[in-house]
């Protein structure tokens, strides 16, 4: 079969399975209080909504139905396509009709099966117009708080075994160009660790049997994180997929690559295997294994990722723990590595009788800001377990367009800023397009989960990373009024060691058929700085016409792969450019969606 058929027929496999979706929480939940004290504020394309945080909610469901129509609440989609709750007290919706009467309710939500029941109604309608504007102020000597940088602790990517591959997309050697978007991670944004799948697979041959005995064979593992530290990054060990001598169904596969899904036909060869890796890896890297954390499978509570049952996938969990613990009881181990936010509670559920160890909560999510799994470690006990959403993006769907575009870098600023403080890691998916889980990438722009493109040049969600790292270690408080504040428009202020400020705004909405902008949802925006008279200014800004990739390709005529003098135009879309700006201590800037600017004083 062609690499071409490989990756249709994978991409049809996928379609298939990927909603087939454990959805039973298998554990006790609390009956949670419909929030209180919801308002809607109309504004110019948009409505606000606010509400009081209930005690025990992971997150919020918003609904809505056009007015007199209430019996037809139904919660409001914004396409992201996966997680639709959000875990903040507010919510911008967007996908209504200007002029239109929306009433809206707010459910809580204990986990993201269960949806507790409607508050009290609100109604609102948007108004339609332009040339609306937000209010900033910004005190340059106020105390601030630390600022937390969830986008730091770790990436995901494409499978490592890549890092070896001497194959060619759009004429460019695949590992080569995967490392090097790893080194400028590392190098650009101070990312740490890396998540990838399939660390088990044959193509790095770690298992086999020989005559009905077990052979385990880390040579080819070696070479892959021995490539991968020499970055400066490390591991987050996945553990999977199934080696296929040691599979209960080895007919059972995922993606293009053939990841085997299935159980073990031997669960003590299994731990046997996992052992012997574990000890490998201290052997050879010493005590910094001590700090990587082992994480068991992925997403098994979707039918496409395991093939067994649950109670089979809660077995392995066990079985895979304890072998980690073995080596060393040192070593960070957890799960449920799920999908859409799923088994959170299933799992601690399953600890709290097995005794399995749990020293971290992963589980990932799309669309939507991660909800907060604190109040599910405080109901289980385990306040101390540390937060991992080891997948996250602006959609679950290969091959999407949203991917390419502005909009999903504003989408990553909210995540960031959302999760800032209640996660120990948020793992954007992925580090590069050169990634082939359903097929390689058909042409430059292809909707790949790749913060770098094919070629090297940065997107703008690599770009919105950029201007994180360029924030400050001290969080600064803003006063934001005006039509959008707090909401369509976001802000997160700080100040470095020495004095200088940086100050991220942008325009957003959750709702993707806004991706492409919508001209009632710009703002002007003036930023008052006391303090900050007779400083130097400059401004970065990420917009349609500012380091977007998707804009500078239409101009340029690219078909499906660049010519060797486009190539050379699009460097130019691989930075983003601060300009200086004169200023009294009030700086007066406009910023379409979705688009967003860095100020550096």
């Known amino acids: 079969m062609t690499h071409a058929a490989e990756s249709s027929t994978a991409r049809a496999d996928w379609e298939q399975r990927i909603a087939l979706r454990d959805n039973v929480a298998g554990a006790f939940l609390p009956e949670l209080e419909p929030p209180t004290g919801l308002t809607a504020d109309p504004g110019t394309g948009h409505v606000r909504l606010s509400w009081k945080a209930v005690p025990g909610a992971v997150g919020y469901l918003v609904h809505r139905a056009e007015s007199g129509a209430e019996a037809e609440l139904e919660p409001v989609n914004h396409l992201g396509g996966d997680v639709l709750s959000v875990p903040d007290t507010w919510y911008v919706d967007t996908t209504g009709t200007p002029g239109t009467t929306y009433t809206y309710a707010v459910a809580a939500v204990p986990e993201v099966t269960a949806v507790g029941p409607l508050s009290a109604t609100v109604t609102a309608a948007s108004r339609d117009g332009r040339d609306a504007t937000v209010h900033l102020r910004l005190d340059a000597d106020a105390a601030g708080r630390p600022l937390h940088r969830p986008w730091k602790p770790m990436i995901g990517s494409e499978r490592l075994s890549q890092l070896l591959c001497r194959d060619e ?199 939507s800001p991660p909800l907060d799994l604190r109040p599910t470690l405080e109901r289980y006990g385990r306040p101390d377990a540390r937060i991992l959403w080891t997948e996250w993006g602006v959609t679950p769907t290969h091959f999407n367009p949203v991917n390419d575009g502005v909009s999903a870098a504003t989408f990553l600023l909210t995540g960031m800023r959302s999760a800032a403080g209640r996660v120990d890691a948020l793992s954007y998916w992925v580090a590069s397009d050169h990634f082939e889980e359903l097929g390689r990438p058909p042409r430059l722009l292809h909707g790949g989960f790749g913060l770098i493109s094919v070629g090297g040049i940065a997107k703008p969600r690599y770009h919105a990373l950029r201007l994180l790292a360029a924030l400050g270690d001290t969080e600064l408080p803003v006063e934001a009024s005006g039509d959008g504040a707090n909401g369509l428009v976001q802000t997160w202020a700080s100040r470095h060691r020495d004095g200088r400020l940086a100050v991220l705004v942008w325009v957003s909405t959750l709702d993707q058929s806004k991706r492409d902008g919508d001209p009632a949802l710009a703002r002007r925006v003036t930023l008052t700085v006391t303090g900050a008279e007779g400083r130097a200014a400059t401004v970065t800004r990420l917009d349609r016409d500012h380091g977007d990739l998707t804009t500078l390709a239409a101009r340029l005529g690219i078909g499906d792969w660049p010519r060797d003098d486009q190539w050379d135009a699009l460097r130019a879309a691989d930075t983003l450019h601060a300009e200086p700006v004169a200023h009294d201590g009030v700086l007066e800037l406009d910023i379409p969606q979705p688009g967003a600017v860095l100020i550096e004083l």
């Open 169 to 367: 997309s759009g004429g460019r050697e695949i590992g080569t160009e995967l490392l090097a978007a790893l080194r400028r991670i590392r190098a650009e944004v101070g990312v740490e660790t890396v998540r990838a799948h399939s660390i088990l697979h044959d193509d790095l041959a770690v298992y086999t049997e020989v005559d009905g005995e077990p052979v385990h064979d880390f040579t080819t593992v070696d070479r892959v994180y021995d490539l991968l530290l020499e970055t400066g990054l490390r591991p987050v060990v996945e553990i999977g997929f199934m080696p296929r001598d040691l599979a209960s169904d080895p007919d059972r596969t995922v993606f293009g690559y053939c990841g085997i899904i299935s159980p073990p036909k031997d669960w003590d060869r299994w731990a046997d295997l996992v052992r012997a890796l574990v000890t490998h890896l201290l052997d050879r890297y010493g005590d910094e294994v001590l700090s990587w954390d082992f994480e068991v499978w992925n997403e098994a509570n979707l039918e496409v990722f395991w093939s067994g049952t649950r109670e089979e996938w809660m077995r392995l969990y066990d079985v895979t723990a304890k072998a980690v613990k073995d080596v060393d009881p040192r070593m960070p181990v957890g799960g449920p590595s799920s999908a859409a936010a799923g088994w959170v509670d299933a799992l601690l559920e399953h600890a709290r009788h097995s005794g399995a160890p749990v020293d971290f909560v992963s589980t990932h999510t799309y669309g």
